[in-house]
Every structure is written in structure tokens, then in C-alpha cells.
């Protein structure tokens, strides 16, 4: 199984896919000019405290206030507001925690207002990207991502993915960074770290302390408001998160990302610098991929399987919705129930995929086609399960009700991702309604009297669609012809595609278009025509 990713700059920003076996996976908009991304740490002000909900709301230059609740604050909240008093006022130079004395940690369940006042500046992290009308979720509980290790300042613990199952690599883990952290950091130890040596896991760590340390520097001269630590960009944060042996190709189109990539991959995995590439093509590199085909089928409220079933997705207010079908599946199968078993087989993949590719979160209902038998559908559920274990968003799956519903749910921190896949009908303009297509003969007819007995011009030239293009012009005596002889003067027909099927246009002899103010047929001569001449 090969993984590529494909990185595209446009003027609003880098287009990210990720591709498996050719196939789109994940698609990512990482717009230049945006802000509150997950990781990003501000000084924040303390706006608004309500008791009810057990939360503040804090004035991150959002246009809606940041959330934050009392459980988001984390033990150590005291410890942080005590070191934020003191980088601002500059009494602390480093980010370094050896010397500092802790404050005692919260309760678990308390007030806010017991820890926080009105107008108190306060450093805070994006842990939920605004979405729709509400603004950014923050976080108090800082942490500082890096390849192999998450670094959290004033814990002391040293935790380990759950992913890690070997008995002996968590022993191993827990005694090697329990020796190499520094007093007052506590450290989660990523899956990724699985088998790494000593020295990529301290270089890791001290690279994320580096971080820290620089957003306590931009620190002591910001403002409210002011974004003191960014999360890297998109690309280089999927790199760092995914980045495996199973990657062959980062392919990136301006030179400017290029050197960027490779400098970051140098940094974080040096034997994989090689396989990144500069795209040099004369075509737009998401196109000579076939990458345009992929993202206009696969973002439609309609998506399409391998065996001729097709996916029916709707998102509504509360929740998202899946419809699954059969289709024009064929019957080869042995019974209804053979049949439904491999639609919704395809189907399972194919959720867990557009799951990832839209970035879906928060509830989302899958009707699947009802399955009689109970291994049947823990199979679909068992798919499902393991389709899903490369996400990296936190999911609960649930198996099929009785109604052959199933129910996921999955963690949103950014905005759902929506592509324009519906176009502007170019007839009839998005209305819905055309002209009625059987007397378009007789309106272009019309016209033709009106225009060479009425206005007496001659030369003039009808571009229209290919279909009416062939009516006018085939059999003996065409229409075409019967004009000739009827009014003894030749009219040039055009065939355009490009035109909606009953739209057409007159030509002057200059090759000026004739505006026509009504559509006269031969019954009716004496509806004008209105002609603009140069």
C-alpha cells in the first residue's frame, strides 16, 4: 500500500491531498490568511464568566469569544496565570520550569469564577477551530506537539498511547523519558515512538521545548489578542503526524514549498528528504494527477460505489445522515440478503473514507440495507472498525440497531469540508425552466422571415447547439435550402456546443449579434424584432 501526498498553492492558500493507492483520502484546505487553528496559542481576555454553564468567555480577537470550560482549564491553571503574570512583566526570561515553584492544582469539579475574574489576561489554546457561529473552543492545558512526543508543561507524568500494546516497549518508554524530561514537563508519548531510539525521542523533545520557550519570548511583549505560538501549517502538521515507511512520494508545484518541505522532512525523518519532488509539468498538477475527477465525484450529495450502489449523504443541523442503496446492483447474488451483505460491504468503506475526505464530525446515522442475520451485521460493523483505524479524529462506533441503523461519532475540530460539486445549468440558467424545446424550429424560422423580408438585412449568420445545427441542414431540400429559395439569399449556420439546445444567436453581416426583443414564429409576423446594428 503506497501513501503520496500531493500539495498545490493557489492564491488563497495550499490544497493538501493524500492519496492511497491513487485513490483521494484526505483533502485539506489550508487557506493563507487563516487564523484559530488547532495548536495555537493566545493571549486571550477574560469577557464574560457564566456560572451556569461553568465557563468563561475569552476575547481572542474571533469575532465571536472563545469557550472555555471549567474542565478545559486543567489542574495546573494557577501555576500557568502565575507564569503569565510574570513573563509579561518580565521578571521571566525562559520557558524553562527547573526553578519554577508551583501552584497547588484546582479541584476537579469546582466554580470558574473561583479561578478566573473578569478582564484577566490569560493564555489559552485552540483546541476546536470556530465553526458556523460559534468561535474558537480554548484550552488552558497546554500542550506542544511534536513527532514522537506531546509535551505538557507543569505535569510531571509521563502517559503512553493506548495504541501501545507491547508490554516491554511501555516499560521501556516509561523508563527512558522519565530520564530525560525536564522537572515540571510531563510527557504523552506517541504511538509513533514505538521502537525509536533515545536520541530521536530527545531531539524530539527538545524541539517542542524550543517551541515553548519561543511562545514565552513572543510572550512578554504581546498584547490581548495576540497570537503568541502558531501551529505549523497544514501540510507540514500532516507530515509530522503521518509521515511513515509507507510514503513514497510528497510531490509539492512551487519551489517556494518545495524547500520548505524538504527542509521540515530533514528535520524530522533526514532518510525520507528524497522522496520529496518539485512538480515542474506544464499542467496544473492536481489535474495531470486526475485529482479535479476525484474531488468533483467523491463531494457530491450523491457518491457513487464499485458495484453500482450509491450513497445518499445529507447533513442537517443536528446530525449527518447516510442513505445506502443498491442501485442498479446485479441480482448474480443468490438472494436478497447475498446482495445487501456486498452493497454494504462497498458501502462501509466507502463511509469510513468520505468521513475523512469531508472531515465529518459530531453524529452521524448510517442507514445500511437490512440485514436479517446478526453475524451479517456485525460483520458491516466489524468493516467498519477496522476501515476506520487509520482515522486520526476520535470515533465511537455502535453496532446496527434492529432498524439496521448504525451510529458513529466522531471528534470535529475544523469546519466540515464542502466542494461546489453542482454547476449552473447553462440553459436555463438556474431556474429550472427552459423554453419549450418543440417550437424552437419555429422561433429561429420566425425570426429568419422577419429579419430578411422586414428588415432587409443579407449575410447574416445563426450560430447554434449542434442538434438544431443538423435539423436545418440535412435531407434534400433542407430547411437551409428552402430559405435560400424562398428569400434568395444564403444563411450561414454555425454549430456551437457550448449552447444550451434550444439557445441561438443572429450574426449581421459584420459579425455583430442581433438583439431580438421577441421571439415571432411564421404564425405570428407581426411581433417585432428589435435590431442593433454597429
Known amino acids: 500500500m503506497s501513501n503520496e501526498i500531493v500539495i498545490s498553492s493557489t492564491q488563497k492558500g495550499d490544497r493538501i491531498a493524500l492519496l492511497q493507492d491513487k485513490r483521494l483520502l484526505e483533502y485539506h484546505l489550508d487557506e493563507s490568511e487563516s487564523s484559530f487553528t488547532v495548536g495555537d496559542l493566545y493571549l486571550g481576555t477574560v469577557k464574560k464568566l457564566s456560572s451556569g454553564l461553568n465557563a468563561a468567555f475569552v476575547d481572542v480577537g474571533h469575532e465571536k469569544d472563545g469557550f472555555l470550560h471549567y474542565q478545559d482549564l486543567g489542574q495546573h491553571i494557577n501555576s500557568l496565570n502565575k507564569l503569565t ?3 509579561i512583566a518580565k521578571r521571566v526570561n525562559t520557558g524553562r520550569l527547573s526553578d519554577f515553584e508551583m501552584e497547588p492544582a484546582i479541584e476537579k469539579i469546582g466554580k470558574i469564577d473561583k479561578v478566573l475574574t473578569k478582564g484577566q489576561s490569560i493564555l489559552v489554546q485552540v483546541v476546536k477551530e470556530p465553526i458556523s457561529t460559534k468561535g474558537p473552543r480554548l484550552s488552558c492545558d497546554i500542550s506542544i506537539a511534536g513527532r514522537y512526543l506531546v509535551l505538557v508543561p507543569f505535569s510531571n507524568g509521563v502517559n503512553l498511547s493506548k495504541k501501545i500494546t507491547d508490554r516491554t516497549e511501555r516499560n521501556r518508554l516509561i523508563k527512558l523519558m522519565s530520564a530525560i524530561k525536564p522537572k515540571n514537563f510531563g510527557v504523552i508519548v506517541r504511538t509513533v515512538a514505538q521502537g525509536k531510539e533515545v536520541e530521536e525521542l530527545d531531539r524530539d523533545l ?12 513572543n510572550l512578554r511583549d504581546a498584547k490581548p489578542r495576540d497570537r503568541v505560538l502558531s501551529e505549523m501549517n497544514r501540510a507540514s502538521s500532516i507530515l509530522r503526524d503521518m509521515l511513515n515507511e509507507s510514503f513514497d512520494s510528497i510531490t509539492v508545484d512551487t519551489k517556494e514549498g518545495f524547500d520548505q518541505i524538504r527542509e521540515f522532512i530533514h528535520t524530522i525523518a533526514p532518510e525520507k528528504e528524497k522522496i520529496v519532488k518539485l512538480y515542474s509539468g506544464k499542467a496544473k498538477l492536481f489535474e495531470s494527477l486526475g485529482l479535479e475527477k476525484q474531488i468533483k465525484s467523491l463531494f457530491g450529495r450523491s457518491v457513487s460505489l464499485p458495484g453500482g450502489g450509491y450513497l445518499i449523504i445529507e447533513h442537517t443541523e443536528a446530525l449527518h445522515v ?4 443498491s442501485g442498479n446492483k446485479s441480482n448474480s447474488e443468490e438472494d436478497q440478503e447475498a446482495t445487501a451483505i456486498s452493497v454494504n460491504r462497498e458501502a462501509a468503506r466507502e463511509i469510513a473514507r468520505q468521513l475523512r475526505l469531508r472531515d465529518m464530525g459530531g453524529i452521524i446515522v448510517v442507514d445500511f440495507i437490512d440485514m436479517k442475520k446478526a453475524d451479517n ?5 466489524d468493516i467498519m472498525r477496522d476501515e476506520m483505524k487509520g482515522d486520526r479524529s476520535k ?3 455502535l453496532p446496527l440497531t434492529k432498524f439496521g441503523l448504525m451510529q458513529i461519532t466522531r471528534q470535529r475540530v475544523r469546519p466540515e469540508l464542502n466542494i461546489v ?3 449552473v445549468c447553462p440553459t436555463c440558467g438556474g431556474t429550472g425552466t427552459i423554453q419549450a424545446s418543440v417550437l424552437i424550429t419555429d422561433i429561429i424560422e420566425g425570426n429568419v422571415d422577419y429579419i430578411l423580408t422586414k428588415q432587409n438585412e443579407r449575410g447574416i449568420q445563426i450560430v447554434l447547439h449542434p442538434f438544431l445545427y443538423a435539423y436545418f441542414t440535412k435531407g434534400f431540400p433542407s430547411p437551409q435550402h428552402k430559405w435560400f429559395l424562398k428569400y434568395k439569399t444564403w444563411v450561414k449556420l454555425t454549430k456551437d ?5 434550444t439557445d441561438f444567436r443572429f450574426l449581421n453581416k459584420h459579425g455583430e449579434e442581433i438583439e431580438l426583443a421577441t421571439n415571432p414564429t411564421p404564425n ?3 411581433e417585432k424584432v428589435v435590431v442593433v446594428e454597429a
Open 85 to 87: 503574570k510574570e513573563v
Open 206 to 217: 527538545q524541539n517542542s521545548i524550543d517551541k515553548w520557550d519561543r511562545a514565552l519570548q
Open 322 to 325: 447516510i442513505d445506502v442503496n
Open 377 to 381: 451485521k456485525k460483520l458491516i460493523f
Open 395 to 397: 470515533f465511537t462506533i
Open 421 to 423: 460539486t453542482r454547476e
Open 497 to 501: 456546443s457550448s449552447l444550451g439546445i
Open 524 to 526: 405570428n409576423p407581426s
